[in-house]
């Protein structure tokens, strides 16, 4: 995004024109664009307004009604924080007592927003000028938020008490914004991290939910969190973050509200103590919090449960069991992976509408449900089917969801 998409907006009359603009529409954005030039608006603030009005309402999700008063850029947006993700991280600065945070990488602010709204006095840094910009009118009314254009390895921590980054973990190029996953060409690359945590200083880390536990310093915590099912980010804490005997943790955070599963030792894969028994009861699927973090053992002795095979996240136990880690399932019956005989199923029991889950095997549910549903007769009745692996053999479970 280059400075036109901005600069017409940061004067009295383009913030004017961009706050009266209502709810955007992508059907009526046309229209919309045309109304304004003849009214003499120019284009270029006319097309800055209607991107602005168009990421505002995409941004919605993330910071709700504040998105209304905040300026973004695409990058940037999908980079984001969620604003009630970023009070949590806010909240261990002032659980620690931290009074001053330099937010290194901040993006558009969101993590910055809540340290501000704590009190926090906070430097935001961030590298690329247009983004920068966007931070600035974001903490506008803070007037303890600072926002420094700026390499995060050049930037003076001298009398900081608190660390937080955010490491840019995409490429943008002009067809979007590509992964990395080499943690050394982050920006500020992961080394840098591990420096600043030797040195001392209270420090968060928002890195990907994929981050290996190998790749997890010895002396952080991890901390997964998911939002509605979908596992948005890993935390690592050092020194005063950190909360102690915790080195692994899973926060669920849905409409139940929120919900943590820790444990004190660092995740070894294969010496997890796993129970593994048949697939009978009920059958439930850990939340991916849970199994990013390695926690599926731990929750399956939690529910008086065992996984139906020690390498698939899949949890049995033989009554229904109320848990905010898992989504269960009543099982009907399980049988070997048939396409021929599972089609002849599906037409037997008149099945029309079929949620097909997998683990463990590669098939594509898509691909599997339009071959059994074909020539079915698309019956009135609706079923579940989880296709997973018990050793060497790959099984079909037809199960019932239980309200959750």
């Known amino acids: 995004m280059s400075t036109d998409a901005i600069s017409p907006l940061l004067t009295s009359a383009g913030w004017e024109l961009l706050s009266s603009l209502d709810t955007y529409s992508e ?11 003849k009214a003499g608006h120019c284009p270029e603030l006319v097309a800055a307004a209607l991107t602005q009005s168009r990421l505002r309402a995409k941004a919605e999700e993330k910071f709700g009604e504040f998105a209304a008063h905040m300026l973004f850029t695409q990058a940037g947006l999908e980079q984001a924080t969620r604003l009630n993700i970023a009070a949590l991280h806010a909240q261990r600065f002032t659980n620690a007592s931290i009074t001053s945070v330099a937010d290194l990488g901040c993006g558009l602010g969101a993590d910055s ?9 906070v430097t935001a840094v961030e590298m690329d000028e247009i983004t920068a910009a966007c931070a600035t009118v974001n903490l506008m009314p803070f007037p303890h938020a600072l926002v420094v254009c700026a390499k995060a390895e050049d930037v003076d921590l001298e009398g ?24 050394e060409a982050f920006s500020p690359p992961f080394s840098f991290v591990e420096k600043l945590a030797d040195a ?15 790749a997890i310093p010895d002396a952080a915590e991890a901390q997964w969190i998911s939002v509605n099912g979908d596992v948005v980010e890993a935390g690592l804490y ?17 409409r139940h509200g929120s919900s943590e599963l820790t444990s004190a030792v660092p995740y070894v894969p294969y ?12 059958l439930y699927e850990p939340d991916g919090a849970v199994i990013r973090a390695g926690l599926v053992a731990d929750l399956a002795r939690i529910m008086g449960g065992h996984l139906i095979d020690e390498h698939i996240a899949y949890i049995c136990t033989d009554h229904p069991v109320e848990t905010p880690f898992a989504r269960g399932y009543k099982v009907q019956e399980a049988r070997p992976l048939n396409v021929k005989a599972l089609k002849a199923w599906v037409k037997a029991n008149r099945i029309g509408v079929l949620d097909i889950k997998k683990r463990g095997i590669s098939i594509t549910p898509e691909e599997l449900r339009r071959q059994l549903l074909t020539g079915s007769g698309k019956g009135p009745n609706k079923a579940t089917l989880i296709l997973t692996r018990i050793g060497e053999d790959r099984v079909a479970v037809v199960v019932e969801p239980l309200d959750s």
């Open 238 to 254: 050092f020194n005063a973050l950190a909360r102690p005997g915790i080195r692994r943790a899973a926060l669920v955070i849905g």
């Open 27 to 37: 059907s009526a954005s046309l229209k919309l664009n045309e109304t304004l030039r």
């Open 160 to 183: 900081i008490q608190g660390v937080w980054l955010d490491p840019a973990r995409r490429t943008t190029s002009t067809s979007g914004t590509t992964r990395l996953f080499d943690p």
């Open 113 to 121: 927003l809540a340290m501000a709204g704590l009190d926090i006095a």
């Open 271 to 282: 010496a997890q103590d796993v129970q593994t028994g048949p697939v009978f009861g009920y």
């Open 200 to 214: 001392g200083l209270a420090m968060g880390v928002k890195m990907g939910p994929g981050i290996p536990h190998e």
